[in-house]
C-alpha cells in the first residue's frame, strides 16, 4: 500500500508579533491566524463574546482572555494588512475567518501583499463561495468542525470549498478516506500529542495545525526518514 504524503504542518493562532517573528525564522511551512473586524478594521485577532454574561462579568471576562491570550491589558490587535507586509513571501498562511462580510477586502489584501499559498477557513459557507468565486486559486477549507460528520464530503461541496478542517478526536480513517476519495483535503486540529500526530499522519491527513510546530515538524521528518524506500 502507498505510504501517505507527509501532511503540512501549520502553526496554530500566530495571531502575535513574537510568535511570527520565532516561527519565521525555524521556517515554519504554514502560519494559521485568526482574523476579525474590531472597529470596522480587519485585524489578526481570535475575539471572545462574553456578552451573555453580564457587563461586569463580561469585562472582566475579556480581560482574563486578554491576559491569557496576549499576556498584555493594553494590547491592539495588529492589523491584518501590517501583518501581511510582515510575511513578505516568507511562509504560507493560513485565515481563519472569524466573521462575515470581510471576504472582499480579504482577497484585495491578499492580491496587494502577493501572499501565496494561501488557506481559508471558516465556518460560514457563503463566505468561503464568495472567497473563491474572487479568487480560485485560494484554498478554502470549511473549518471549526467540532464533531464527527456524517457526510464530510457533502459538507465540503455545500461550501464549494475545497476541504474541511475537523477537531483531531473526531478524525478516523473512514472520513479521510472519504473526503480523499473526493479530492479533497483534511486539516486536523489541534494536535499537540506526538502519539495523537502519528496516527493523523499514517491516516492520511493533509495539514496538522498544532500549537507545538517545531516538535510536529521534527515528528514529520522522522516519519518519512523511518518510510521503506521502493
Known amino acids: 500500500m502507498k505510504s501517505p504524503q507527509a501532511p503540512i504542518i501549520v502553526a496554530h493562532k500566530v495571531n502575535r508579533t513574537a510568535l511570527l517573528r520565532r516561527y519565521l525564522s525555524i521556517g515554519v511551512p504554514f502560519l494559521e491566524i485568526d482574523v476579525n473586524l474590531n472597529g470596522g478594521c480587519l485585524v489578526v485577532q481570535h475575539g471572545a463574546d462574553f456578552s451573555n454574561f453580564g457587563a461586569v462579568?463580561?469585562?472582566?471576562?475579556?480581560?482574563?482572555?486578554?491576559?491569557?491570550?496576549?499576556?498584555?491589558?493594553?494590547?491592539?490587535?495588529?492589523?491584518?494588512?501590517?501583518?501581511?507586509?510582515?510575511?513578505?513571501?516568507?511562509?504560507?498562511?493560513?485565515?481563519?475567518?472569524?466573521?462575515?462580510?470581510?471576504?472582499?477586502?480579504?482577497?484585495?489584501?491578499?492580491?496587494?501583499?502577493?501572499?501565496?499559498?494561501?488557506?481559508?477557513?471558516?465556518?460560514?459557507h457563503e463566505a468561503l463561495k464568495t472567497i473563491k468565486e474572487m479568487e480560485p486559486s485560494i484554498i478554502t477549507i470549511l473549518g471549526n468542525v467540532m464533531f464527527r460528520p456524517a457526510d464530510p464530503v457533502g459538507m465540503v461541496r455545500a461550501a464549494k470549498a475545497d476541504g474541511i478542517s475537523v477537531e483531531h478526536q473526531y478524525i478516523d480513517r473512514e472520513l479521510v478516506e472519504a473526503v480523499h476519495s473526493a479530492g479533497l483535503q483534511v486539516a486536523a486540529w489541534t494536535v499537540n500529542d506526538a502519539e495523537k500526530a502519528q496516527e493523523l499522519i499514517e491516516m492520511g491527513c493533509d495539514y496538522i495545525i498544532?500549537?507545538?510546530?517545531?516538535?510536529?515538524?521534527?515528528?514529520?521528518?522522522?516519519?518519512?526518514?523511518?518510510e521503506p524506500k521502493d
Not at 72 to 93: A, V
Not at 101 to 124: C, F, Q, T, W
Not at 210 to 226: H, N
Request: net charge positive; charged share 30%; aromatic share 6%.
Open 210 to 226: 498544532t500549537d507545538v510546530p517545531e516538535k510536529m515538524l521534527k515528528l514529520v521528518q522522522g516519519s518519512a526518514k523511518a
Open 57 to 124: 462579568r463580561g469585562e472582566i471576562m475579556k480581560l482574563g482572555y486578554i491576559l491569557m491570550e496576549h499576556r498584555d491589558p493594553l494590547w491592539r490587535p495588529l492589523s491584518l494588512e501590517d501583518y501581511l507586509s510582515m510575511i513578505e513571501g516568507k511562509t504560507g498562511l493560513w485565515l481563519d475567518i472569524k466573521c462575515k462580510n470581510m471576504e472582499r477586502d480579504i482577497v484585495g489584501l491578499v492580491k496587494k501583499h502577493d501572499v501565496r499559498p494561501v488557506v481559508v477557513s471558516s465556518a460560514y
